[in-house]
C-alpha cells in the first residue's frame, strides 16, 4: 500500500536554482528516506532522516522532518544538470508490519542547463 | 560498496513463458526484496525475504512466485508471463530492517 507521496509530480527549474520536493505521509513511521533514480536505472539511497530528527544536512541536500505534520522535504541546493532525476521518499512504519518501507510515486525534477 | 546484480537488463517473452529474473547481492544481507514499477504507479513491493528460505507476500504478490536457496540470491518466478505483468522489476537488499535499501540497475521485461 502506497504511503508516501511526493509533490509536486514534476518539477523543471534552471541550473543553479534551489528545488524543493515534499513528501507526505498518513501513518507514524521510524525514519523517513529519499532516494533518487535516474531514467532506466535503479534507486540510490540518498538520505535517511529518524523520526526523532528534524533536519538532515549532505552536501548540497537537505531533508527536513515535520511528524506532527506528517510531512518531509528534500532540498537540493545550487542544482545541476546531473541532478536530473526522479526523486522517491520511502517511509519505515512505526510498528514494522510486514516489511516497513514503502515508497512514493516520486517527483520527475529537470534542470534546464 | 555494496553491488546487486540483477541478471538480465531487457527481455522480451511470449504470454504463457516462464520467467526467472535472478538478483544477487554480495555483502551478505539478509533482506532482499522484489518491487515493480510503472508510470504513475511507483514502486510496488511483490516479495520479500528475511532470511534463507524465507518468504513473505508484499503488496502485489498475484502471479508471482520467489526462490530464496542462498542467502546471496533472490530470484522471481512469473509462473506462466502475461501482458500486464510488463513491467521494470526491481531488486534491493539491505542489512536489517529500517536501514537503506540497495537497488540493482532494474530488468525491463516485455512480455507479448
Known amino acids: 500500500s502506497q504511503q508516501g507521496e511526493e509533490d509536486p509530480q514534476a518539477l523543471s527549474i534552471q541550473e543553479g536554482e534551489n528545488a524543493t520536493m515534499n513528501c507526505s505521509y498518513k501513518?507514524?513511521?521510524?525514519?523517513l528516506q529519499w532516494y533518487r533514480q535516474n531514467s532506466g536505472r535503479g534507486l540510490v539511497h540518498l538520505i535517511l532522516i529518524r523520526s526523532n530528527e528534524r533536519e538532515k544536512h549532505s552536501g548540497r541536500l537537505r531533508v527536513t522532518l515535520d511528524t506532527s505534520k506528517k510531512s518531509s522535504s528534500l532540498l537540493i541546493t545550487a542544482s545541476r544538470a546531473a541532478d536530473t532525476a526522479s526523486y522517491f521518499c520511502?517511509?519505515?512504519?512505526?510498528?514494522?508490519?510486514?516489511?516497513?518501507?514503502?515508497f512514493g510515486k516520486g517527483t520527475h525534477l529537470i534542470i534546464q542547463p | 560498496d555494496v553491488k546487486v546484480t540483477q541478471s538480465s537488463r531487457y527481455l522480451v517473452k511470449r504470454t504463457g513463458e516462464k520467467v526467472f529474473l535472478e538478483c544477487v547481492q554480495d555483502m551478505d544481507h539478509e533482506n532482499m526484496f522484489w518491487y515493480r514499477q510503472d508510470p504513475g504507479l511507483g514502486l510496488r513491493l511483490i516479495y520479500f525475504s528475511y532470511d534463507v528460505k524465507m518468504k513473505e507476500k508484499g503488496d502485489i504478490p498475484e502471479g508471482y512466485s520467489v526462490s530464496r536457496e542462498k542467502k546471496e540470491r533472490f530470484s522471481l518466478i512469473l509462473e506462466s508471463a502475461s501482458t500486464n505483468q510488463t513491467s521494470m522489476y526491481l531488486c534491493?537488499?539491505?542489512?536489517?530492517?529500517?536501514?537503506?535499501?540497495?537497488f540493482g540497475e532494474g530488468s525491463r521485461l516485455t512480455v507479448l
Open positions: 501513518t507514524s513511521i521510524n525514519n
Open positions: 520511502a517511509t519505515g512504519i512505526s510498528g514494522g508490519g510486514a516489511d516497513g518501507l514503502t
Open positions: 534491493a537488499s539491505r542489512q536489517q530492517k529500517g536501514g537503506e535499501l540497495f
